[in-house]
């Protein structure tokens, strides 16, 4: 039992079986690009393997992910023909960079040492590839497990790590997250090669945050016990004990360390084992409210940064059916230390409904699919995968009321770029 404890802070345990508290949620549709025969599924197939093959997954000094894999395949999920797909990758493989020789291989013994350091993006790829073929027989998913969850600091909680700050890494650099991302798509597409990205992005872009999961003393009583993620987000966008936040996300580790007993409250707060599955789908709704209703008409200021607290919890959605039950808070409340980190750094804006259309005047699911595959910004790779993911929230939960179909409705219709 002591062990499940250490995987899951803050999970409940049912003390007559040892049981912990899990989401059961279906698959989505799980696309076996490997064996469909259709020209679509082939298409995605290799162009997936060309960018494996030929491009790193970090590029501009190791500052930036290469987002093939991502727009690719939600192009492809939401009925890109072929033609579309490859002006995609041929668009996207413009700014990316082949890859380069890291200062030295890695082996068993000394693998983790190396953990956080994008030099050795090649070598983390071909220690992954080799373990496949030699130890796992090119069963991926059996890998994955292996090193995703085993040890003391399984790489599990390291899966929304991004850049260290170095004097050579100005701005904002890598978005945290981009892990968990590339993950979910491996399982959604089934795809050994992005499961291998994925894999070594965990390692060359594992920080401070995993901290938070491997050490149980960071789980602990809070005084703002909610059942709502955006209750708790209301709160702290009040709060003014934070004062000012930091301006890059290379500041954070500092500015939580100043206020680490703060914002232990505001994760603490949100009490996940109380009815999971509930909680988890109030998480996804806070995810679509952040990126779309804290927009004013008018304004067309959607955040660059808060996009991804909701392709994250597309990720994690995509991801529970295949993570083993007892890992399933774990991962939820991983996602929610990213939304407050996030949430903090881009000085805590809050959603208004009002901000949200009310009339859709007849615009459906089609309109907005259109919009991500044929519109001017169909080759903008976090544009289509936020379409994406209020879709296959909307298609998880239900949307009697159509609150994810007019938050997309309002988000296509108003989307004239990003704000950094």
Not at 50 to 67: C, E, K, P, W
Not at 71 to 86: C, D, F, K, P, R
Not at 107 to 130: M, N, S, T
Not at 203 to 223: A, G, I
Request: hydrophobic share 40%; proline share 5%; aromatic share 12%.
């Amino acid at each position: 039992m002591s062990g499940i404890i250490s995987y899951i802070p803050g999970a409940s345990l049912l003390l007559g079986g040892g049981r912990c508290k899990s989401i059961d949620l279906p698959p989505v549709e799980i696309h076996h690009i490997e064996t469909i025969a259709d020209r679509r599924a082939r298409c995605l197939k290799h162009l997936l393997k060309a960018n494996h093959a030929n491009y790193a997954i970090l590029f501009n000094n190791l500052r930036f992910d290469n987002h093939n894999v991502h727009i690719l395949s939600s192009a492809y999920l939401l009925g890109a023909n072929e033609n579309q797909l490859h002006d995609i990758y041929n668009d996207e493989i413009q700014d990316l960079v082949p890859w380069e020789p890291s200062p030295s291989e890695l082996i068993d013994e000394d693998w983790r040492d190396f953990l956080g350091d994008k030099r050795y993006q090649r070598a983390f790829l071909d220690y992954f590839e080799d373990k496949l073929a030699m130890e796992f027989a090119y069963d991926w998913k059996q890998e994955l497990q292996h090193f995703l969850f085993s040890g003391d600091e399984p790489l599990f909680h390291g899966l929304i790590g991004g850049r260290k700050k170095t004097p050579s890494n100005s701005g904002y650099g890598d978005i945290i997250g981009h892990p968990l991302i590339h993950l979910g798509y491996a399982y959604e597409v089934d795809s050994r090669e992005v499961a291998m990205e994925a894999l070594a992005l965990t390692c060359v872009q594992y920080n401070f945050f995993h901290k938070y999961l491997d050490n149980r003393s960071y789980t602990r009583p809070s005084p703002l016990k909610s059942k709502a993620p955006l209750d708790l987000l209301g709160q702290l966008s009040k709060d003014d004990r934070f004062g000012k936040g930091p301006e890059d996300l290379g500041d954070l580790e500092e500015f939580l360390d100043k206020n680490e007993s703060l914002f232990l409250e505001y994760w603490n707060g949100w009490d996940v084992d109380d009815d999971p599955k509930k909680q988890f789908e109030l998480s996804q709704e806070a995810a679509v409210a952040l990126l779309v209703a804290t927009v004013p008409p008018g304004t067309h200021a959607y955040d660059f940064f808060i996009v991804h607290l909701l392709t994250t919890s597309h990720a994690v959605r995509i991801l529970l059916p295949f993570v083993p039950p007892k890992h399933h808070v774990s991962l939820v409340r991983e996602w929610w230390l990213l939304v407050l980190a996030m949430f903090i750094v881009r000085g805590r804006p809050m959603p208004d409904p009002d901000n949200v259309e009310s009339d859709l005047k007849g615009k459906n699911w089609k309109y907005v699919v259109d919009k991500a595959l044929n519109s001017a910004w169909s080759k903008d790779a976090h544009f289509v995968k936020a379409i994406r993911a209020m879709k296959e929230a909307a298609q998880t939960w239900g949307d009697v009321h159509e609150r994810y179909l007019r938050a997309a409705v309002t988000f296509v219709d108003n989307f004239h770029g990003w704000v950094h």
